[in-house]
């Protein structure tokens, strides 16, 4: 199975030699800047399986779960396409609105609820976390 995606303008392209390992709904409170007021939609994968053409930027920041991330996005275009937690260098989630074929991210949780505006559109036929989930693998 390959998987493919990029940025808005192209300028960042991707290749990812494995099948998803979860994708998950996220309301926390940076995602809502990122998203644009709403949750980001999140896919994991091993990191070992991406492979990226184009230049990055990484802006690093602590989150709330108290873990320091590394939210890499494309200079260009700003489109935010990948997530990594430096605890878990081996998982990568890759915004899931990148992924050419999006289908192949239907979310199995909500997490960060507790962030949430009182507005959000909360699935509620999937399983939804106050805080962070478990690690995914
Ligand atoms: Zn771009
Ligand atoms: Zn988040």
């Given at each position: 199975?390959e998987?493919?995606?990029?940025?808005?303008?192209k300028a960042?392209?991707?290749r990812?030699s494995?099948?998803?390992?979860?994708?998950?709904?996220?309301?926390?409170?940076?995602?809502q800047?990122?998203g644009?007021?709403?949750?980001?939609v999140?896919?994991?994968?091993?990191?070992?399986a991406?492979e990226v053409?184009?230049?990055?930027s990484d802006?690093?920041?602590?989150?709330d779960?108290?873990?320091?991330m590394?939210r890499?996005?494309?200079?260009?275009?700003?489109?935010?396409?990948?997530?990594?937690a430096?605890v878990?260098?081996h998982l990568?989630?890759i915004?899931?609105?990148?992924?050419?074929?999006?289908?192949?991210?239907k979310?199995?949780t909500?997490?960060w609820?507790?962030?949430?505006?009182t507005?959000?559109?909360?699935d509620?036929t999937?399983?939804?976390?106050?805080?962070?989930a478990?690690?995914?693998?």
């Amino acid at each position: 199975m390959e998987i493919t995606g990029g940025c808005l303008c192209k300028a960042v392209r991707y290749r990812v030699s494995a099948v998803p390992i979860v994708t998950r709904v996220c309301w926390c409170r940076l995602c809502q800047y990122v998203g644009a007021g709403s949750a980001t939609v999140n896919t994991c994968f091993p990191s070992s399986a991406i492979e990226v053409a184009g230049e990055l930027s990484d802006y690093r920041s602590v989150a709330d779960s108290g873990n320091v991330m590394h939210r890499r996005f494309c200079p260009l275009c700003g489109t935010h396409l990948f997530s990594e937690a430096e605890v878990r260098p081996h998982l990568t989630f890759i915004r899931s609105g990148t992924l050419d074929d999006r289908e192949i991210a239907k979310p199995a949780t909500t997490i960060w609820t507790s962030q949430a505006p009182t507005w959000a559109c909360i699935d509620a036929t999937i399983p939804r976390l106050a805080g962070q989930a478990p690690p995914a693998a």
